[in-house]
């Protein structure tokens, strides 16, 4: 059994150029993939950057903001982002604290992992598309709509507002 720790105690401060107030861990790492879990202080910041890897940014608790190209949004625990490949990026807190885990995975032709491909296709290329074409299309990045508001939250159940 192979077990990885990460969270307080085996965070380092990391990031790209620019990066404040950050500290992560590395959970796991292949030529398949990248996981890391990243815990944002007050006022921290990962720098807008790009890379050559799609990930996804799942927030896990606490809340900041987030940033794909030029648009910008508020993200809370339970939310995630997609981070497309080449696209800017990156995410910062206000007053608040945030923790989140970053999934990296190799983009262009080798973004289709094998005997998961299936698993990770849109609907549509499950529901008879080219699957060979569905899953080496490259990303669309945007934030998703909001749909919540601050009254659909419950302070009492630890909410971040």
Do not use: C
């Not at 992560?24 to 815990?39: T, V």
């Not at 999934?103 to 529901?127: C, F, H, M, T, Y």
């Amino acid at each position: 059994m192979d077990i990885r720790r990460f969270g307080p105690g085996h965070r380092r401060a990391d990031g790209p150029a620019g990066t404040q107030g950050v500290e992560g861990a590395r959970i796991h790492h292949d030529d398949r993939s990248l996981i890391s879990e990243l815990a944002f202080g007050r006022y921290a910041m990962v720098a807008p950057h790009s890379n050559p890897n799609t990930a996804l940014f799942i927030v896990i608790s606490g809340g900041g903001y987030v940033q794909v190209g030029e648009e910008r949004t508020r993200v809370n625990h339970g939310e995630a982002v997609l981070w497309p490949a080449n696209v800017p990026h990156g995410a910062y807190t206000d007053g608040s604290e945030m923790r989140a885990i970053v999934i990296e995975l190799p983009s262009g032709d080798s973004n289709v992992l094998e005997g998961r491909a299936a698993q990770v296709l849109p609907a549509a290329a499950k529901a008879g598309a080219d699957t060979a074409t569905a899953g080496s299309r490259r990303a669309e990045g945007r934030l998703a709509d909001r749909q919540r508001t601050r009254n659909d939250y419950d302070r009492d159940e630890g909410e971040p507002w």
